[in-house]
């Protein structure tokens, strides 16, 4: 059973470009969240998604930034616009439920540079 | 809201050594409890979770976590260390809040293990 896949593990965008993450959950797992982690600091929460819906985006900036989990493919994380602040690693995880025992599972991370 | 405080941002140790990792939690509400490790450029991996009965966890690696609830605190401990232990290590809780559970985290720990 493979892990949560996340691609691409590194990308680099100039400052005004779009940046697209991906995130494939366990086989069998609905829910996808997504997490952001800055330099020395740990990870925080960003959004949640089941199927076709969005959860909770309280940790979403207002601009800039979208979510999906569409009924087919991966989750995608969007940043428009991408500024140097942006610049981060970008972790997905999922699980099988929607009760905070189980546990979420992570994927490698994306980390995204901004020139 | 809750939050979770990990008061060491670097542990140095000896191999062989025993170390302990601490993590103080807040909140108004029951809360389920977890400690993560990430390894250099890698994802996160669960090393233990405190849902309820035994306040001592024992996770992978010869991991093991006491909750106590008076203390507000979920310190994580290993009775000696391995050069393969370095890495970072993150304390979580999970926070219920508008049908979401996500993983509120501290700024993690940076464990080095020196020969």
């Known amino acids: 059973n493979a892990g949560v896949m996340q691609n691409p593990r590194h990308l680099v965008r100039r400052r005004g470009q779009e940046a697209r993450l991906r995130c494939s959950p366990m086989k069998g797992h609905s829910h996808v969240y997504w997490y952001r982690q800055l330099p020395e600091e740990g990870l925080k929460f960003m959004v949640y998604l089941q199927k076709e819906n969005i959860i909770d985006e309280s940790g979403m900036p207002k601009e800039r930034f979208s979510a999906e989990f569409p009924k087919e493919g991966p989750s995608i994380l969007r940043i428009q616009q991408v500024v140097r602040g942006d610049s981060a690693a970008y972790f997905c995880?999922?699980?099988?439920?929607?009760?905070?025992?189980?546990?979420?599972?992570f994927g490698p991370g994306t980390r995204l540079t901004v020139l | 809201a809750q939050s979770v405080t990990q008061l060491d941002s670097q542990v140095p140790v000896f191999e062989e050594a025993p170390v302990e990792l601490r993590c103080n939690y807040s909140?108004?509400?029951?809360?389920?409890l977890f400690w993560y490790v990430q390894y250099p450029n890698q994802g996160l991996q669960l090393l233990l979770k405190?849902?309820?009965?035994?306040?001592l966890v024992k996770g992978i690696n010869g991991f093991e976590a006491e909750f106590n609830k008076s203390q507000t605190s979920f310190h994580l401990r290993k009775p000696s260390v391995h050069i393969s232990d370095t890495a970072e290590y993150f304390c979580?809780?999970?926070?219920?809040?508008?049908?979401?559970?996500?993983?509120?985290f501290g700024k993690g720990t940076k464990l080095t293990v020196n020969p």
């Open positions: 405190y849902l309820s009965g035994s306040t």
């Open positions: 995880a999922s699980s099988p439920l929607a009760g905070y025992t189980d546990t979420q599972y």
């Open positions: 979580a809780v999970s926070h219920l809040q508008g049908g979401s559970e996500k993983l509120v």
């Open positions: 909140s108004s509400v029951s809360v389920y």
